[in-house]
């Protein structure tokens, strides 16, 4: 049974820093790419940041210099490095495997508020 469990999310003041992960478990075969989304109260989810098994990113232009996506295959590990944040980056986020299928985890709560 495949899991994505994320962890990282709190309360930190504007212009701080969090960082996400999100821990892969079980057998995914064909995986593509790994991201974040989130989804702030009365919006829809939006694309955070990606990361394709050939190294490649993408990040949506409000966090493009501040957030940073990386993985540690050893550990089956996605991480989300969110620094110099914004009250506008209050959401929930939410860990992404795109392989013959989406995979998603529960998500954790960011909450940025002086």
């Known amino acids: 049974q495949v899991q994505l469990v994320e962890s990282g999310g709190g309360l930190v003041q504007p212009g701080g820093s969090l960082r996400l992960s999100c821990v892969v478990s079980?057998?995914?075969?064909?995986?593509?790419?790994m991201g974040w989304h989130r989804q702030a109260p009365g919006k829809q989810r939006e694309l955070v940041a990606t990361?394709?098994?050939?190294?490649?990113?993408n990040y949506a232009d409000s966090v493009k210099g501040r957030f940073t996506i990386s993985r540690d295959n050893a550990k089956n590990t996605v991480y989300l490095q969110m620094d110099s944040l914004k009250p506008e980056d209050t959401a929930v986020y939410y860990c992404?495997?795109?392989?013959?299928?989406?995979?998603w985890g529960q998500g954790t709560q960011v909450t940025v508020s002086s």
């Open positions: 992404n495997v795109k392989a013959q299928r989406d995979y």
């Open positions: 079980g057998s995914i075969f064909s995986i593509y790419a």
């Open positions: 990361l394709t098994t050939g190294g490649g990113t």
